[in-house]
């Protein structure tokens, strides 16, 4: 694989950039800037732009498909770029569930009972156990997936009680807002609603907060966010 220089030289300062943005955020809300885990999302990207990346020391990646992802996986490995940690941030299709088995990090979008179903009954059948969040619909916005926040609390029990699966913690997107600020209260609100679902279930692991992409990602460091999915500021705006 030939990395262009040009091209690797960008992703690389993107990634300074974004870095130093994060750990910006996280000081100024006197949070430990390595408690915030940054996904850089590597959908429509090439490989040889992943391996820059790698190159500059990142090693958690995000991919919304999973036709995308497996591809990619096989792919980085055959490189020897074998120390990523893959996540599968996107929407799952209840019919598909067996095909996000396999190593990934984190699967980051589990939005309906009957997906969190299917995946624990497939990942036992694989002898596996999958560590995944549970996402939640905060802003209410119908385009969005998740659990309503008191659905979560109503199902919680049961979802922690399935084998398959490992919760450890929420999800969420925020409504693109032209003010980032404007998306703090859902933010929060994820928080909040964490907060809950710790003191309710304390047997759970709801340490992660995986929210905050390109366009809001400070506001979510600076309320509470654990992991957050950046794409475009680090590899450039996506075609479609
Ligand atoms: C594409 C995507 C992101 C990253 O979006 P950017 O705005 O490019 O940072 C984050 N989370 C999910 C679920 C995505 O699909």
Redesign the pocket.
């Known amino acids: 694989m030939i990395l262009n220089p040009e091209r690797a030289a960008e992703i690389a300062a993107n990634l300074a950039e974004v870095r130093r943005r994060m750990a910006a955020a996280a000081e100024r809300s006197g949070r430990d800037p390595a408690a915030v885990r940054l996904v850089a999302?590597s959908?429509t990207y090439p490989l040889a732009d992943i391996a820059a990346a790698y190159v500059a020391g990142q090693r958690d990646f995000?991919e919304?498909r999973l036709e995308e992802l497996w591809p990619k996986v096989a792919a980085a490995k055959v490189q020897g770029l074998d120390v990523i940690r893959w996540h599968m941030?996107?929407t799952l299709q209840s019919r598909k569930t067996r095909d996000a088995v396999g190593p990934l990090a984190l699967i980051?979008?589990v939005d309906r009972v009957k997906i969190a179903q299917r995946l624990s009954r497939d990942a036992q059948a694989a002898g596996c156990v999958l560590d995944v969040l549970l996402e939640v619909n905060v802003s209410g916005e119908a385009s969005k997936h998740g659990f309503t926040p008191s659905e979560v609390l109503a199902v919680a029990a049961e979802l922690l009680a399935l084998p398959g699966i490992r919760i450890c913690g929420l999800m969420t997107?925020a409504p693109y807002e032209a003010v980032p600020e404007a998306t703090r209260p859902v933010f929060r609100a994820l928080r909040q609603l964490r907060d809950a679902l710790a003191l309710r279930f304390p047997a759970g692991d709801w340490r992660e907060l995986s929210m905050g992409?390109?366009?809001d990602f400070e506001i979510a460091i600076e309320e509470g966010a654990t992991i957050v999915?950046?794409?475009?500021?680090i590899f450039g705006v996506?075609n479609g």
């Open positions: 999302v959908k995000g919304n941030i996107g980051h979008a997107m992409m390109t366009n999915r950046i794409g475009s500021a996506r």
